[in-house]
């Protein structure tokens, strides 16, 4: 499309694209993402601001690449799930439900159970509500490594410490 004579431009003056020039989307590629490691220190901190955290450098939101359909996010690793802290009266009302698929197959666990037991999936569900209910979450989601103590598998990838 020509615009002649638009009233932006000189008068006679032809453009190709418009009276603005062209602007492409940057769309990026799984071939081209080159992810990071970053580690997250969870003692002390909220449990859900924390997984906001996680769950914005699993999707890749904190770069300037993002692109929804392609997993453009980092590694992140977290220390110390059992350290976590809720606010209010979460710590005594929360109940993490699981179902066997049977009939009558429905439990419920208390947080206080689930944080004696296994912390890691304290941490792990709520940054998993947090991301898209699909299946690039459910890949992203690997990228997730969270450990109840403070020492971590992966000091061979120099991950990059987050306050």
Sequence with gaps: MN??????????EILPFGPFPQMKTYLAKKETVQPKWYLIDAEGKVLG???????????????????????????????????????GKKEETTEYMSFSGYVGGEKYRKLADVRKQKP?????????????????????????????????????????TLK
């Design 49 to 87: 601001r924390l997984a906001v955290k996680a769950a914005n450098i699993l999707r890749g939101r904190h770069k300037p690449t993002y692109t929804p359909h392609v997993d453009t996010g980092d590694f992140v690793v977290v220390i110390n799930a059992n350290k976590v802290v809720l606010t």
């Design 120 to 160: 890691e999936f304290i941490i792990a569900q709520a940054v998993k509500g947090m991301l898209p209910k699909n299946r690039l979450a459910a890949k992203m989601l690997t990228k997730l490594r969270v450990f109840s103590g403070a020492t971590h598998d992966h000091a061979a990838q120099n991950p990059v």
């Design 3 to 12: 615009v002649k004579g638009s009233g932006l431009t000189g008068v006679g």
